[in-house]
């Protein structure tokens, strides 16, 4: 089964286009983007993640369309940028109230308690408060 296809997707920006780019992620597989700067790599990402709409394409998770099935793809696909810098003075629990909203039913609590204790995080606190990650 197709986990993930991409045929001809298409993002135009003033002074860079991805062009027609196309691949193919089965169940059980894992896959990797590499490339120079500029190369489209961020880009494939956000139109995967429906934080930019590509000018042309196809994205199919699980073989549905994720133009108009968003919501019921983001119930079973988790995406983590390299880094929380966007809410970096907001308590965890606060970051985790909201990601909780994404996933509705599907969150786990259980999980998320585990980690939150083998991590020996603190709900009150802020990712600026943590220590940074290695690497």
């Not at 991805?18 to 494939?44: P, W, Y």
């Not at 956000?46 to 994720?66: A, N, S, Y």
Request: aromatic share 10%.
């Amino acid at each position: 089964m197709d986990i993930l296809s991409l045929q001809g997707l298409t993002k135009r920006y003033p002074a860079f286009t991805l062009d027609h780019a196309g691949f193919t992620v089965c169940q059980g597989e894992i896959m990797g983007l590499i490339g120079r700067n500029g190369a489209g790599k961020s880009t494939t990402l956000k139109c995967l993640t429906g934080f930019v709409h590509p000018d042309e394409g196809d994205i199919r998770f699980f073989g549905m369309p994720l133009a108009g099935h968003e919501r019921e793809i983001r119930q079973r696909v988790a995406f983590m940028s390299g880094g929380v810098d966007h809410y970096t003075r907001k308590k965890l629990h606060t970051i985790t109230a909201v990601t909780r909203s994404f996933y509705e039913e599907r969150w786990d609590e259980e999980a998320y308690r585990r980690y939150m204790s083998l991590f020996n995080l603190d709900e009150d606190k802020t990712p600026a408060t943590l220590s940074p990650a290695c690497g």
